[in-house]
Nanobody
């Protein structure tokens, strides 16, 4: 079992930055962690992921603006978001899986989500 808790969401102006944190607990060894987001009324979408070894993959919409990192000793995963746009507004979730995939249905474990709102 893996438990995940996101934090760090909030309100930010367009062009600003925000860092989200995903705190993991339980049997986290060798799990990849992904970030997804879900705007109101839309489906949950892949943002990016980081493997246990630190390899990262990003959706085209955030590539070059968002950076995922992790500290396995602390069981923490971070999502640094720069140059934020109003269209980045969504509830952001972290999720864990042993597979490096962008499909949310594959992920067994999810956090509760944290709201990010980008004002124009």
């Amino acid at each position: 079992q893996v438990q995940l808790v996101e934090s760090g969401g909030g309100l930010v102006e367009a062009g600003g930055s925000l860092t989200l944190t995903c705190a993991a607990s339980g049997r986290t060894f060798n799990y990849a962690v992904a970030w997804f987001r879900q705007p109101i009324g839309k489906e949950r979408a892949f943002v990016g992921l980081i493997s246990w070894g630190g390899n990262t993959y990003y959706a085209d919409s955030v590539k070059g603006r968002f950076t995922i990192s992790r500290d396995n000793a602390k069981n923490m995963v971070y999502l640094l978001m720069n140059s934020l746009k109003p269209e980045d507004t969504a509830v952001y979730y972290c999720a864990a899986s042993r597979f490096l995939v962008s499909e949310p249905n594959v992920y067994n474990y999810w956090g509760q989500g944290t709201q990010v709102t980008v004002s124009s």
